[in-house]
């Protein structure tokens, strides 16, 4: 199963018609400045069962290199892949 976890601030919101209940909602946002996003996922990996690993990688685009990776992380160690 894939998921998706991001840390970001909020900075606009709109509701657009959509296929699904008739509507949807589209949000800007940017990254926090200063914050360490890896020491968070690094945390929260401590906090998963042992059978979790979690797995971090760049932005594909580029524009937000915020993590050193690709790496994995399990129980709050980062492995370098």
Do not use: C
């Not at 894939?2 to 900075?11: E, L, N, P, R, T």
């Not at 993590?67 to 129980?75: D, E, R, S, Y």
Request: hydrophobic share 40%.
């Amino acid at each position: 199963m894939d998921a998706y976890i991001g840390f970001s601030k909020i900075i606009g919101a709109r509701k657009e018609n959509g296929l699904i209940a008739g509507h949807r909602y589209r949000f800007e946002e940017k990254t926090v400045d200063g914050f360490d996003y890896e020491q968070l996922f690094l945390r929260i990996s401590t906090n998963l069962p042992d059978w979790v690993f979690f797995y971090i990688a760049p932005d594909g685009n580029g524009k937000d290199n915020l993590l050193a990776g690709p790496a994995v992380l399990h129980k709050g160690m980062k492995i370098k892949i």
